[in-house]
């Protein structure tokens, strides 16, 4: 039965959900492998897994950085400047590449950036080690 109570980012992670901090190393090495030069190289195949694995870090990233956002005053810069992010990541989540490989490597490409800005606002919440 439904207490009404709503979660906020002291109550912990949900039940069922893994309470293990983000892995920000892996998420900004697999995020690196799409910027820069070298990913014009990788292969159809090696792309696609690296944007399944940029979607799954950033589904695991929002809600950790979204629960250390609400938990800061409603005019805080930083909660804002998070939140922001979330909503950008979300978006760009929804989005589906046009066809052709340049086309996929581009909408990865905004994936890692989107990958990339989390880590830094997980970081700068306080959620990550300095």
């Given at each position: 039965?439904?207490t ?7 109550d ?51 809600p950790?950085?979204?629960?250390a ?6 005019d805080?810069?930083p909660r ?25 490597l ?14 830094d ?8 080690p300095?």
């Amino acid at each position: 039965m439904a207490t009404g109570r709503t979660r906020n980012a002291t109550d912990g992670p949900p039940a069922g959900r893994d309470s293990r901090p983000l892995d920000v190393e892996t998420m900004r090495a697999t995020a690196s492998r799409l910027i820069g030069e070298a990913a014009s190289l990788l292969s159809a195949d090696e792309l696609e897994a690296l944007t399944l694995q940029l979607r799954g870090h950033m589904m695991v990233a929002i809600p950790d950085i979204e629960r250390a956002a609400f938990a800061l005053p409603e005019d805080d810069v930083p909660r804002a400047c998070a939140l922001a992010c979330v909503g950008e990541a979300r978006m760009r989540l929804d989005l589906a590449p046009d066809h052709g490989l340049a086309a996929e490597l581009k909408h990865a490409q905004r994936l890692a950036r989107s990958v990339n800005a989390l880590c830094d606002h997980h970081h700068n919440l306080g959620v990550a080690p300095s």
